[in-house]
Nanobody, 128 residues
C-alpha cells in the first residue's frame, strides 16, 4: 500500500511562492499519473494539476495556469508543485494523489474519483 506524504506548505503573503513535495513510500509512482488537489473550508476538493506517468502530458486548472508548475522525479519517487504569484484564493489544504490505474492518463473532468491513494495534505495560507 503506497503512502504519500506532502510537505512544503506554509504561510506566505500574496505574490509569494511555495514549493510542495509529495514523497511516496511502500509503492512506486513510476507507472501512475499523479495529481494535486486542494480543499478550502466549506468547499469541495478541487483539481489543481496532474501529470502523466511519463511526464509528457500536464493539465492545470484554469485558475492556476501560468503560476503553478507540476513536475515529477520518478527516480526519487516524488512529485512537486511549484506555486508562484500566490493569491489569497489559493489558500487551502493541498493533497497529492496517485491514480488508481497504471499507464492511464487522467482527465480533469473526472474530478478526484480516479485517484485511489491520497496524502494527508499540507496547509497553504496566502494573506493579502
Amino acid at each position: 500500500q503506497v503512502q504519500l506524504v506532502e510537505s512544503g506548505g506554509g504561510s506566505v503573503q500574496a505574490g509569494g511562492s511555495l514549493r510542495l513535495s509529495c514523497a511516496a513510500s511502500g509503492g512506486i509512482l513510476l507507472r501512475y499519473a499523479m495529481g494535486w488537489f486542494r480543499q478550502s473550508p466549506g468547499k469541495e476538493r478541487e483539481f489543481v494539476a496532474a501529470i502523466t506517468f511519463s511526464g509528457s502530458t500536464i493539465d492545470y486548472a484554469d485558475s492556476v495556469k501560468g503560476r503553478f508548475t507540476i513536475s515529477r522525479d520518478n527516480a526519487k519517487n516524488t512529485v512537486y508543485l511549484q506555486m508562484n504569484s500566490l493569491k489569497p484564493e489559493d489558500t487551502g489544504v493541498y493533497f497529492c494523489a496517485r491514480h488508481r490505474d497504471p499507464f492511464t492518463r487522467y482527465d480533469p473532468v473526472q474530478g478526484p474519483s480516479p485517484f485511489a491513494s491520497w496524502g494527508q495534505g499540507t496547509q497553504v495560507t496566502v494573506s493579502s
